[in-house]
């Protein structure tokens, strides 16, 4: 077999060998992965799923890795990190609105920031979401009562399995809370997602980016490394509410532990290993579902391969 390293070479693909995902995770955790990738392009994003395919390796594509819990065994394969795909580009505009082409590795408090300063109101609920646009679309990223579903209007896919560019239109995302056909159909990568925004006065929507910002410094632990909410909403009931009130906060499991700011938070005090918080999750979904009948469902997403 062709070395590994001379094929992406060839394309002028950025990548690193034996790196530790703990690098790449705002959860500070994860083992070594063998290769890890950084295309900046989707052509190379593209080319590097078809090498991984055709040498029978196995892939995994992440953004800013904000809501992933790395495995301590690592990744045999390939990690392949779209955070420097960048990329915005104007698609179309009238006197209300202004439609933005945005790659799926433009993170999004910048891009809140930016659109903020082009006088445009729809990402005000994202400036403080330390996730990617493709991680958004993936998991219909949400805060303060609104979702990229809002202002999303078509997207731009790779479909691995057909070897295939397509563009999916906002009904075709299928969306959920925290949900999409991206996270069902594990073929389909985002390239890009375009925007719809609309124009507004800058004064005002800095000020609901500003008390957003405030909002979650006052409410979330963004001091500590973690992957945000480790559980979804469930139906009916706020999670942090139900851990808080079966008495879990701060409750710990070796360096992993519940916040004791915000309970739905699993945070990593230092050295924690994903042993340490799944052993810590589990506990927390089982003593919940004990005490109040709801199950917890993990909304953070686990990568290991051994």
């Given at each position: 077999?062709?070395?590994?390293?001379?094929?992406?070479?060839?394309?002028?693909?950025?990548?690193?060998?034996?790196f530790?995902?703990?690098?790449v995770?705002t959860?500070?955790i994860?083992?070594?992965?063998?290769?890890?990738?950084f295309?900046d392009?989707?052509?190379?994003?593209?080319?590097?799923?078809?090498?991984?395919?055709?040498?029978?390796?196995?892939?995994?594509?992440?953004?800013?890795?904000?809501?992933?819990?790395f495995?301590?065994?690592?990744?045999?394969?390939?990690?392949?990190s779209?955070?420097?795909?960048?990329?915005?580009?104007?698609?179309r505009?009238?006197?209300e609105?202004?439609?933005?082409?945005?790659?799926?590795g433009?993170?999004l408090p910048?891009?809140?920031?930016r659109?903020?300063?082009d006088?445009?109101s729809?990402?005000?609920?994202?400036?403080?979401?330390?996730?990617?646009?493709?991680?958004a679309?993936?998991?219909n990223?949400?805060?303060h009562?609104?979702?990229?579903?809002?202002?999303l209007?078509?997207?731009?896919?790779?479909?691995?399995?057909?070897?295939?560019?397509?563009?999916?239109?906002?009904d075709?995302h299928?969306?959920?809370?925290?949900?999409?056909?991206?996270?069902?159909?594990?073929?389909?990568i985002?390239?890009?997602?375009?925007?719809?925004?609309?124009f507004?006065?800058?004064?005002?929507?800095n000020?609901?980016?500003?008390?957003?910002?405030?909002?979650?410094?006052?409410?979330?632990?963004?001091?500590?490394?973690?992957?945000?909410?480790?559980?979804k909403?469930?139906?009916?009931?706020?999670a942090?509410?139900l851990?808080?009130?079966?008495g879990?906060?701060?409750?710990?499991?070796?360096?992993?532990?519940?916040?004791?700011k915000?309970?739905?938070?699993?945070?990593?005090?230092?050295?924690?290993?994903?042993?340490?918080?799944?052993?810590?999750?589990?506990?927390v979904s089982?003593?919940?579902?004990d005490?109040?009948?709801?199950?917890?469902?993990?909304?953070?997403?686990?990568?290991?391969?051994?």
């Amino acid at each position: 077999m062709p070395v590994l390293s001379d094929i992406l070479l060839s394309q002028n693909v950025e990548f690193k060998t034996k790196f530790k995902l703990s690098g790449v995770s705002t959860f500070k955790i994860g083992g070594e992965a063998d290769f890890i990738l950084f295309p900046d392009t989707a052509e190379k994003l593209v080319f590097s799923i078809r090498t991984a395919k055709e040498y029978g390796i196995a892939y995994k594509v992440v953004g800013n890795a904000s809501n992933i819990l790395f495995g301590d065994g690592g990744y045999r394969g390939f990690v392949i990190s779209t955070k420097k795909m960048k990329g915005i580009s104007v698609v179309r505009e009238n006197n209300e609105k202004r439609d933005i082409a945005c790659a799926c590795g433009e993170m999004l408090p910048a891009l809140s920031r930016r659109t903020a300063s082009d006088f445009l109101s729809g990402l005000e609920f994202a400036c403080g979401i330390p996730g990617t646009v493709g991680g958004a679309v993936f998991m219909n990223a949400g805060a303060h009562g609104s979702q990229i579903s809002d202002v999303l209007l078509s997207s731009k896919a790779y479909d691995a399995q057909r070897d295939e560019t397509l563009e999916l239109s906002a009904d075709e995302h299928l969306f959920s809370y925290r949900e999409s056909v991206y996270s069902r159909a594990a073929s389909l990568i985002c390239l890009e997602a375009t925007l719809s925004l609309s124009f507004a006065d800058e004064s005002v929507i800095n000020s609901r980016i500003n008390e957003n910002m405030e909002k979650r410094r006052a409410s979330q632990p963004i001091e500590l490394a973690s992957a945000g909410s480790f559980f979804k909403r469930p139906d009916g009931y706020f999670a942090a509410k139900l851990i808080d009130d079966c008495g879990l906060k701060g409750y710990r499991v070796g360096g992993a532990a519940v916040s004791e700011k915000h309970a739905g938070f699993i945070v990593n005090l230092g050295g924690a290993s994903s042993a340490d918080v799944l052993e810590l999750a589990e506990y927390v979904s089982r003593t919940v579902f004990d005490k109040t009948g709801v199950r917890l469902e993990r909304e953070v997403g686990y990568i290991e391969r051994l």
